[in-house]
């Protein structure tokens, strides 16, 4: 195990790169905010990480994992999310998607509906993280050098718009009802349960709808009875 690299960068993934230390070439799985600080660094220019290692356990066999940061503040406030029972390093790392010093704020402010929004921490994570640690990371949210990263939509939204598209609903209307249906609910997860509200949702308007026409109804009928 180590805490630090310095290297050539050789390969740029998804989640990981690969550095090159005497050509010995190591994988180092980077979070999705310290990916975008990277991304104006070419391959075969140096790099230096701050690392943290775990040992990862599959089955009957164990491999160190290796985790990268720009530098070490940024590491200690992994290891700080690391310290709530039900955050793994795999899931801390999908849930750096965003700025770190934005996530901060969200711990400090107690915001459970943004960080139930980040990848990987439901309703419960949420709950666990600012009880954990609101009011502790309050210097977390003095880093700096993040570039805006931009919203995209989860995969599961995708999907369920293209299923209400081969439904035959038009595309803006399928981005309407998707839309309504994450704002009534913050804690979908998968395309099944997106679709779920939006059925409800759906059938709730039109249950709303017959009970607004009925209600006009009986009041025409009350005013055509003779006094």
């Keep these: 195990m180590f805490s630090r690299i310095e290297g050539i960068l050789r390969e740029r993934g998804e989640d990981a790169v690969l550095v090159d ?10 979070p999705g905010c310290v990916m975008d600080k990277l991304a104006d660094v070419d391959l075969g220019k140096p790099v230096r990480l701050e ?3 775990y040992l990862q356990i599959d089955g009957n066999r164990g491999t160190a994992a290796y985790i990268g940061f720009t530098n070490g503040v ?5 290891e700080a999310l690391l310290t709530v029972s039900s955050v793994g390093p795999k899931t801390a790392v999908r849930a750096f998607a965003r700025p770190m010093a934005e996530i901060a704020r969200y711990i400090d402010d107690g915001d459970r509906n943004a ?12 709950k666990d993280i600012i009880a954990k640690l609101q009011g502790k990371v309050a210097r977390f949210g003095l880093i700096q050098g993040e570039p805006a990263r931009k919203e995209s ?27 309504e249906a994450l704002s009534n609910n913050g804690a979908i997860s998968s395309a099944e349960d997106l679709l779920t509200e939006v059925y409800r949702k759906t059938r709730g ?10 209600d006009a109804e009986r009041e025409r009928s009350s005013r055509k009875k003779p006094a």
């Design 153 to 179: 939509a989860p995969d599961f939204v995708a999907e369920a718009i293209e299923v209400l598209l081969q439904l035959q609903y038009r595309r803006a209307e399928a981005d309407r009802m998707v839309k």
């Design 74 to 78: 940024e590491r200690e406030f992994f």
């Design 115 to 126: 960080l139930r929004r980040l990848p990987g921490i439901g309703d419960q994570k949420a």
């Design 205 to 214: 308007d039109v249950a709303s709808e017959r009970s607004s026409g009925g």
């Design 51 to 53: 690392i943290y290692s």
């Design 21 to 30: 230390v005497g050509g010995i070439a190591y994988e180092i799985m980077l």
